[in-house]
């Protein structure tokens, strides 16, 4: 009995977890572009190509990211209801909490009167009139964009939605295959790993990006304008920050009995991340790998935070409202609610047909109010001087409104383990910044790898089956 008795093999030694060296420097990178802006303005601006650069760097690796997890979340659940149900709830809810944002906004715009008594020069209104983009699609054109030309120009065009499409049928079709789709399944699952470690590779170029990005927005807007408009960022940042710890905070409770503070000090290293870049997109890869981390299924993250990403832009929402009145009333022809009402009913619609569009706060302010009332495309031209550092609070509130709208639908579904989320969140099972996966965790399910095996006739090798 001793000879056939087995010892368990010793566990591996826990590998130190260097990243957080990384986060330190992207903060000392930012402090370093604040000073580096306001000492040398006009060199600072040259450093633009850094931030830009490390940008399209994520951007590279979202397409990937986005095909691999709704292919794996969708082609292992054995029911397509599901998968709808999700869709379903995701986008009601994006509906609701877009018109709660623009009801924020509209008091809070209303009750602070930001623009009142500025002057407007035939160089601002210039400015304004720059900014209409032609880019951004009425409803119709927005909704056949979707459709990829090819199979392939999805992953190249930088459409998320064309991406999510690509991936939603992929996922469908292997789906209907049952067994003989879970080597293609177990296929995706190790190009999963291999796009996450790419990816963790580039953000050690974090530090770089967050230094060109920032210097460049200061130097080019500098303190002047930041002065002139510091009621409308003031009243904009406060109202995003009631939003997130108010609105949204009360929601999480109520539905998932979660602390928003504690869901967001999970999510500080992407937080920051948005902070030095200005751009939400930077964390789409990592809130994805994060919330399946946290307990969240895989259909659920793979088909809400996409989406959620076109559709559920709370900050931008909020941004619109305000900087609508704001432009009313400096132009000396405030609105009536019953005008504000419409105008932005309309830009609601608006900025779905905008979604990829770059810098698509200002471009779709510019385009709804030039379809909508031309009269106020002037006055656009009063806030592009702030409006970089606007957006990035349109971005960390645009990317906390879908981190806690994925936790919500995932609760909603009954597809979130309420266990782990306490484990994760209590700091029990940290995330694993080195591969941003949990290696031991597989989206094949156990009983369609055990029938692979038997087809392939393989009788080993069924790490992936142990879900």
Not at 67 to 81: M, N, P, W, Y
Request: hydrophobic content about 55%; overall charge neutral; proline content about 4%.
């Amino acid at each position: 009995m001793a000879s056939t008795a087995r010892t368990a093999p010793a566990a591996p030694a826990a590998k130190r977890d260097r990243t957080h060296y990384l986060y330190i420097a992207v903060i000392v990178a930012v402090a370093l572009g604040i000073a580096v802006g306001l000492a040398a303005p006009d060199a600072a601006v040259q450093l633009k190509p850094l931030g830009t650069g490390f940008v399209n760097l994520i951007k590279m690796m979202i397409s990937p990211i986005i095909f691999c997890t709704i292919v794996l979340g969708i082609g292992s659940v054995r029911k397509a209801a599901k998968v709808g149900a999700v869709g379903g709830i995701a986008l009601g809810y994006f509906l609701v909490m877009s018109l709660v944002a623009l009801t924020i906004g509209l008091v809070v715009g209303n009750v602070l009167h930001p623009g009142e008594g500025l002057h407007l020069t035939n160089a601002i209104k210039q400015a304004g009139h720059a900014q209409v983009s032609s880019d951004a699609l009425p409803p119709v054109d927005f909704a056949l964009s979707i459709i990829p030309t090819t199979f392939v120009s999805a992953f190249t065009g930088g459409q998320v939605l064309q991406t999510l499409l690509v991936a939603l049928l992929a996922g469908f079709a292997l789906q209907a295959m049952g067994p003989v789709g879970t080597p293609v399944l177990r296929g995706i699952e190790h190009i999963q790993r291999l796009v996450f470690r790419i990816l963790a590779m580039v953000m050690w170029a974090a530090p770089i990006g967050a230094f060109g990005a920032i210097a460049a927005v200061v130097g080019s807007s500098g303190l002047a304008a930041l002065k002139s408009l510091a009621v409308l960022m003031l009243g904009f940042y406060i109202t995003c920050v009631l939003f997130v710890f108010v609105v949204l905070g009360a929601v999480l409770r109520i539905v998932s009995g979660l602390n928003i503070f504690s869901l967001l000090k999970y999510l500080a290293r992407e937080f920051l991340l948005i902070l030095s870049t200005s751009s939400s997109e930077s964390a789409l890869p990592r809130l994805i790998a994060k919330m399946e981390h946290l307990g969240v299924s895989k259909p659920v993250v793979g088909i809400t935070v996409p989406t959620g990403y076109s559709f559920n832009l709370d900050g931008t929402m909020i941004y619109m409202t305000m900087a609508s009145l704001y432009i009313a009333d400096a132009l000396g022809t405030p609105m009536s609610v019953g005008e504000q009402i419409p105008l932005l009913l309309f830009l609601l619609v608006a900025s779905k047909g905008a979604a990829g569009v770059s810098g698509a706060g200002l471009a779709t302010l510019a385009g709804g109010l030039q379809s909508h009332k031309p009269a106020l495309v002037d006055g656009v031209g009063l806030i592009v001087g702030i409006d970089r550092f606007m957006s990035e609070a349109r971005a960390l509130t645009n990317f906390a409104g879908n981190a806690v709208a994925t936790v919500l639908i995932g609760t909603w579904t009954k597809e979130i383990d309420k266990e782990r989320v306490r484990q994760v969140l209590a700091g029990q099972l940290p995330f694993d910044e080195t591969t941003l996966l949990d290696e031991g965790r597989s989206a094949v399910p156990a009983d369609d790898a055990a029938d692979d095996a038997e087809v392939a006739g393989q009788g080993g090798d069924k790490e992936l089956a142990k879900a």
